[in-house]
């Protein structure tokens, strides 16, 4: 038969093992709720939307660059959206891209036949964009991975040479005498990253510093060759094409909106 004694031990160790077990209960569930709160609290200042203005450097790849030269300059924008809107947080990201790119220009002198000429050798692309987040940080350094798929239009363009007088006050030579579009499946990969900022009293964010690399692949499409175009007496424009894949890679600076 237990004694008095053990029964009091029995009992004490009981009730501490029940404390020890009610404390370390209302730690897990301080602990749950804590990191609900977070959860909750980064639900409820998740972003809905980005905006980014971006400028663009970067180079020709491959065949293409012997055709339309080694380096890029331009510009572009995207503006991307939570498909899950104000509901909850998404690590995806889809709307639009378009971006502009140039490759330079080739000029011709003036002489008896035809005035002085230049044309610009350019891309447009519009494409469907996807971006991932793979952190949820609710601030700071946030990187990200984009896809894009889409069209790309590569545009040449030849016009009268005119400068700053002329093109304000003379109107007697045609401005564009030529231009040829050659439309072709354009997508990329890439990376990049951007400061997330915490909602401001105003309940917005302030603007963002952003950068992206981007590879990015074209179907083989015909493009005018530089240096090819030429204008005969008659005035008729004749030039050289290649058929090339317009592969590229471009290095974007700009601001991000949301």
């Not at 209302?26 to 400028?55: G, P, R």
């Not at 140039?102 to 610009?120: H, I, M, S």
């Not at 009268?160 to 030579?173: E, G, H, Q, R, Y």
């Not at 997508?187 to 401001?200: I, P, V, W």
Request: net charge negative.
């Amino acid at each position: 038969m237990m004694t008095f004694k053990a029964f009091i031990t029995t009992w004490l160790d009981m009730k501490i093992f029940r404390i020890i077990g009610a404390c370390l209960a209302t730690l897990c569930y301080l602990n749950l709720s804590a990191q609900s709160y977070e959860e909750y609290e980064f639900e409820q200042e998740h972003e809905t939307y980005q905006v980014s203005l971006l400028v663009t450097g970067g180079a020709t790849l491959g065949d293409f660059k012997d055709i339309a030269g080694g380096s890029v300059v331009g510009t572009g924008f995207n503006a991307l959206f939570n498909p899950k809107g104000k509901r909850e947080y998404s690590p995806i990201f889809v709307g639009l891209e378009f971006s502009y790119v140039t490759f330079g220009r080739d000029k011709q002198a003036e002489n008896a036949d035809y005035p002085a000429l230049k044309t610009t050798f350019n891309d447009y692309s519009i494409s469907g964009a996807a971006r991932f987040f793979p952190t949820q940080n609710k601030t700071g350094f946030t990187p990200f991975l984009d896809g894009l798929l889409g069209l790309k239009i590569l545009n040449t363009r030849t016009k009268v040479d005119k400068d700053l007088f002329d093109t304000l006050f003379s109107d007697d030579a045609p401005e564009v005498i030529h231009t040829t579009s050659n439309t072709g499946l354009g997508y990329g990969l890439g990376g990049g990253f951007y400061t997330r900022k915490a909602l401001n009293d105003n309940g917005n964010r302030d603007v963002s510093f952003t950068f992206r690399i981007m590879y990015t692949w074209g179907d083989k499409t015909s493009f005018v060759k530089r240096d090819s175009l030429k204008v005969d007496i008659n005035n008729g424009v004749t030039y050289e094409t290649a058929y090339v894949n317009t592969n590229m890679i471009v290095f974007q600076l700009g601001i991000l909106i949301n």
